[in-house]
């Protein structure tokens, strides 16, 4: 039985839309780009990951809750070029698109909530998400249907059996993730990331698991 995580302003819209606007606005009047969830390390082991795997530049990457796209910003420095994020604040698409245009990138950003079904957008070869699906698991109602939903998502985005869906999370580890998506996809790769001690046991700060299809 999955434990259930204490709901958390985190976990609502309300909560990124008034963050995002507070984005806006710092990266008008000062160029910061805001906050990288998780911090640039664990951004960039997954870049790092993807290119030593040799997925092709052309292959087509869905960032979800993109926030404000440095993760995608990163893929394209790498010559990566078919990118889309989604989010479903449209304060945090907006400063995107404004980071994607003063970098001269050619990225597409979509407001979508994916707790709800999303064939509009297609289907991936590399779907990613940094923080999303905690932040749904902190939703403070009905988490559970909305990780549910949340998955279903995710499934119906992913092209083929080859595709990857790739998952950094703070919150479950990586037994957690493997039993909570057992249904639908299973566990392809483990990306290292770093490891701490206490009480003689060793954990991790975050998690970061590669899933495919079943």
Known sequence: ??????????????????????EIGNYKNHGDVGEIWFDEDSQQRVIDWLIKQKIEKQ????????GNGM??????NEGYEQLTGVDYSANAVELAKNIAQDHELKIT?????????????????????????????????????????????????LSSAESLFVITSCNWT?????????????????IPTPTFKFGGKVGNVVTSVVFKKR
């Open 59 to 66: 292959a087509r990457v869905l960032d979800l809750g993109c």
């Open 174 to 190: 990586e037994e957690e993730l493997v039993q909570s998506f057992a249904e639908k996809l299973i566990k392809h790769a483990t």
């Open 71 to 76: 993760f995608l910003v990163g893929l394209a």
């Open 1 to 22: 039985m999955e434990t259930e995580l204490d709901g958390s302003e985190l976990g609502t819209k309300e909560y990124w839309d008034s963050s995002y606007t507070r």
């Open 109 to 157: 950003y979509k407001v979508a909530d994916l707790t709800q079904p999303q064939n509009e957008l297609g289907a991936f070869d590399v779907v990613h998400d940094k923080g999303t699906y905690d932040a749904v698991s902190l939703c403070p109602e009905n988490p559970k249907e909305k990780r549910a939903l949340y998955l279903a998502t995710v499934e119906k985005l």
